[in-house]
C-alpha cells in the first residue's frame, strides 16, 4: 500500500492526522476481520470533501489503528485518550420543557441512537450471510413488542417504491447511502437485509443495516422533546434486554462512523427559523456556542427547505444522552430567542 497522495488535497481529520509516519505505523496492520488501513481510509481517499474520512469494520479497528483514530475522535469530539464515557438514559435528569407550545417553529422533533451488536463484523465488512441473520434477529425481536412500540417490520426488498418514496419523504425511511457511505463499503448488496419496523403511530421506528446495524428511532411532530426522549428510553430498554451492543469503556457504544461514538445519539428538532436563515453568521455562530449542528431536512449533506432546518446536538462522546438532549435543548432556546428578536426589527 503507497501512502494515499490525494489527501494532500483534503482538509478532512484523516488527512490532518495521517502523516507519513503514521502510515508507515499502520499500513500493514489488520484486524482479525481483515480490516485494513485502507479499508479504514478508503472513504476519505476517494471523497477529498469529508469531515472525517475515516470507518470501522468492527470494534477492534479502534485499538489497531489507535494511532491515527484516537486524533480523530480527540479532535471530533474533544475528548482525551484518558477519558471515560459515562452513560445516563434516566429521563428524570433532563429538564425539557416544550420550548414552543404554540408550535410557531418547532414542526418535529427525533431522537435517535445507533447501535452494532457485539461479536459481529460493522457494515463496512459484514457479510451478506452476517447482514441477513441480524435482519433475521432483529425483526424477530421486534414483531414481539406489545403496546405503544407493537408495529410491523418492512425489509426493503418487498417493498413497493411507491411505499418506499412516501416514507423517505415523511422523513421515516433513510436512502440509500450517500457517496461516503458507498465508498466506505455500507451499500454492499442493497437492498438485501436492510429494512424499517415502525408502530403503528409512527412515533417509534428501528432501521436496520444502514449505516450501523440498528438505528432506535423515536419522533412525532411538534416540540414535545421530553415525551420523545421517554419513548426512545422505552425502546432501547427493549432492545438490549434481547440483544448484547458493541461498548466499550472509554469509547461507549461502538460504531461505524467515529463521529457517532459514545452514546450514539444524535436529537434533532426540524425548526422554522426564516430570519436567522437570512443572517447566517448569528446563525452559525449561535450554533457553535450551544455545540449544535446545522443540516438540511431530507439527510445529512442535504439542503434546507422553506427557511425549515434540521438542529441537532454535535457531540455524541464525552457527555451522556441526557446530556446531548440538553445540548440541542439549549441551542433551539437561543435559536428560538434571537429568531424572535429578528422578527422585531
Ligand atoms: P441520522 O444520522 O440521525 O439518521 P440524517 O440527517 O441522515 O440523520 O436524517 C435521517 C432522516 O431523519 C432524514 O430523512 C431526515 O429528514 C429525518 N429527520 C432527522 N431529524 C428529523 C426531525 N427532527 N424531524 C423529522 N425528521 C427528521
Ligand atoms: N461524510 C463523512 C461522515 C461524516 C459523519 N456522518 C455520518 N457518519 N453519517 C465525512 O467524513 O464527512
Redesign the pocket.
Known sequence: MKFPKPLENSNSLLAKYLTKAVFEQLKDKKTTNNFTLKDVIKSGVKNLDSGIGAYAGDEETYTIFATLLDKIIEEYHDFKKEDLQQSNLNTDDLFAPNPDAEGNYII???I?VARNIKGIPLGTIISKKQRNEIEKQVSTILKSLKGELAGKYYALNNMRKEEKEAL?SN?FL?QSGDRFLEAAGLNRDWPNGRGIFHNNDKTFLLWINEEDHL?IIS?QQGGDIKEVFVRLVKAIEKMQQKIDFAYHKHLGYITTCPTNLGTAM?A???IKLPNLGKNKEIFQDIAKKYNVQI?G????HSKSKGSIY?ISNKRRLGISEVQCVQDMYRGVIALIKKEKELERN
Open positions: 418535529s422533533t427525533r435517535r423517505i422523513h433513510f438505528r419522533m444524535r434533532s428538532v426540524h443540516r431536512i431530507d439527510g445529512e434540521d
